[in-house]
Nanobody, 120 residues
Framework: QVQLVESGGGLVQPGGSLRLSCAAS????????MGWYRQAPGKQRELVAS???????NYADSVKGRFTISRDNAKNTVYLQMNSLKPDDTAVYYC??????????????WGQGTLVTVSS
């Protein structure tokens, strides 16, 4: 019904940058909030950043000033620009979207996850 497809993960050295993308498709009427979560080995999944349809943003304290979230509503796509990456940023990053479908159902959708590894 609705799919979220992520891309852009990979291996990067400390201090480097990566840009994640997540495109939503399917029976979408409107996407209220899009966000990125991450889960490191042995840790709980945590919110990294989120953005509303009105472009209001929210960031975890650990990424403020280094990560930037943005979205293209016409493409139902959310981006996460990650700069000054640290080894502690290593995790699987998951895209999330709060969606109202064309059938007027509320849906909390998740992507499959993309691995980000920060290591020298």
């Amino acid at each position: 019904q609705v799919q979220l497809v992520e891309s852009g993960g990979g291996l990067v050295q400390p201090g480097g940058s990566l840009r994640l993308s997540c495109a939503a498709s399917g029976s979408i009427f409107i996407i209220h909030v899009m966000g990125w979560y991450r889960q490191a080995p042995g840790k709980q999944r945590e919110l990294v950043a989120s953005i509303t349809s009105g472009d209001n943003t929210n960031y975890a304290d650990s990424v403020k000033g280094r990560f930037t979230i943005s979205r293209d509503n016409a493409k139902n796509t959310v981006y996460l620009q990650m700069n000054s990456l640290k080894p502690d940023d290593t995790a699987v990053y998951y895209c999330n979207a709060m969606i109202l479908t064309t059938g007027h159902n509320s849906l909390n959708a998740w992507g499959q996850g993309t691995l980000v590894t920060v290591s020298s």
